[in-house]
């Protein structure tokens, strides 16, 4: 099968709603989603405290997290493959090979920005509004729910940022997820496996799916910061 | 003084600010009655903007005593004093918005009905939904002081309010502040303006290396300064 040959057949994948190609671009959607609504419940009040609280060892903790964004994907996956290992310590739940076990190592993958941004962000916003937020009353933790709405645009381009990062990941799922048709197969496992195999339509339309997913990823930071430009002057 | 009802009069006595192992603060002692408006000046780093702080409680005081009435400061639990800061403080919110959030934060009563209160007061009704770090250096300090004012304190304390505004946008600042004063605010305004002490107020607290040198109504302050200082504070004043 030539290359053009490959376009057409993975357009009318695309336009067919052939529903093996819709299963995985659901699962890739629903898992990476997930992950970045756990990862952002959990990082945003994280960052927030790192960002309002001074204790021995924070800088390093930060430097931690801040190299964590660079956490290669497939040590994430190794990681969190040897937690959920049936002789690992969360064995027991018998995730490994699941989505659940995706959810976990792409949360891992996003955590680390989101804490990092918020922590950024919530830090430079407090030292702006320190005095008349102090004058309010809104001391500590208080002051946790004005910095994060005031921060919001910037935590919103932080979340797409992680969502970019967890869609585009092949490595942490596939060691995590083993890439089992349609339960575990997401479009980077499957664009990985039909390439290999030869079935060059269906890589070819998941990936152009991933690249619109991207671009829409990026016209929507650039709206963000479009808007949040009206509001930061 | 009206008992309980009120914060003041508010009594300052021995105060003392060290940071780095330097005093800047050097003990003033003073008692500030309700109403009128009381010009805290002296030279850069005299310890103006300090004392209102510390007046205001965004810092603690390394010793001596700051004592309000009523709860410390505050009655049925609500703080009765504001700041307003030189530069002002804008939430990345609407005029509105900045307005609504200081009464949310203060757990204040009949909030809407305070907002658009202030925003009429002082002239914001036709820029309320506009952001407010938007708004033009006279704009913001405006809302700053009505975001202040919704606050219903007793005291409102002024940071060099003017500091950073055309002469234009000085005149409304001081027009408002006057009007403050007349309402029965209490006003208390560190400005390095010498000017604008004599137009507003009708006390002058001097202060020179953190010492309180001078406290005199202002017409005395201006014409028979009694320290050494101060003369030479008042005859140097455009060096300044």
């Known amino acids: 099968m030539d290359v053009a040959n490959a376009f057409s057949a993975a357009f009318g994948l695309i336009i067919g709603f052939d529903p093996q190609f819709l299963g995985i671009v659901g699962l890739s959607l629903s898992v990476t989603l997930t992950a970045v609504i756990i990862a952002a419940v959990a990082g945003m009040p994280l960052g927030a405290w790192l960002a309002l609280t001074r204790f021995p060892g924070r800088s390093a903790l930060i430097v931690f997290v801040n190299g964590l964004m660079g956490l290669p994907p497939v040590v994430a996956g190794l990681l969190v493959f040897l937690v959920l290992s049936r002789s690992g310590p969360l064995g027991w739940l018998g995730w490994l090979f699941t989505p659940a076990a995706m959810v976990i190592a792409q949360t891992v993958l996003v955590l680390p920005i989101i804490v990092a941004l918020t922590r950024s962000t919530i830090e430079d916003l407090w030292s702006e509004y320190r005095e008349h937020l102090i004058s309010l009353d809104q001391t500590g933790l208080r002051a946790v729910p004005t910095l994060l709405w005031d921060g919001r645009i910037a935590l919103a381009t932080g979340l797409l940022a992680g969502f970019g990062r967890a869609s585009a990941e092949v490595g942490a799922v596939l060691i995590v997820g083993g890439n089992i048709a349609s339960y575990t197969r997401t479009m980077t496992t499957s664009i990985a496996l039909e390439t290999s195999k030869g079935d060059l339509p269906l890589a070819l339309g998941l990936g152009i799916v991933l690249i619109a997913l991207t671009l829409a990823i990026n016209a929507f930071t650039f709206a963000a910061s479009r808007v949040g430009a009206q509001y930061a002057g | ?240």
């Open chain 2, 1 to 240: 003084m009206r008992g309980t009802s009120s914060i003041l009069p508010l009594l300052v006595e021995g105060l003392v600010f060290e940071a780095g192992g330097r005093r800047l603060v050097d003990a003033p002692s003073f008692a500030l009655p309700a109403g009128g408006v009381t010009a805290i000046v002296g030279p850069n780093g005299a310890g103006k903007s300090l004392l209102l702080r510390l007046c205001h409680g965004l810092l603690t005081q390394t010793s001596g005593q700051i004592r309000w009435g009523g709860d410390d400061g505050r009655i049925a639990g609500r703080k009765r004093h504001a700041m307003v800061f030189q530069r002002p403080v804008m939430l990345r919110r609407s005029a509105r918005a900045n307005i609504a959030h200081a009464l949310a934060a203060t757990r204040a009563p009949n909030a809407s009905a305070m907002i658009e209160a202030a925003l009429a007061r002082f002239g914001l009704a036709d820029l309320a939904d506009r952001s407010a770090r938007l708004l033009s250096g006279g704009e913001q300090q405006r809302l700053a002081i009505a975001r202040a004012w919704a606050l219903s304190p007793e005291v409102l304390f002024l940071d060099e309010p003017t500091s950073q505004l055309d002469p234009g946008a000085t005149r409304q600042i001081e027009a408002l502040i006057a009007s403050l004063a007349k309402d029965g605010m209490t006003i208390v305004m560190a400005t390095h303006d010498l000017g604008q002490a004599r137009r507003l107020s009708q006390r002058v607290l001097f202060l020179n290396r953190g010492c309180l040198v001078e406290d005199a109504e202002t017409s005395i302050f201006f014409t028979a300064p009694a320290s050494p200082e101060a003369r030479a504070f008042i005859a140097g004043e455009l060096l300044w």
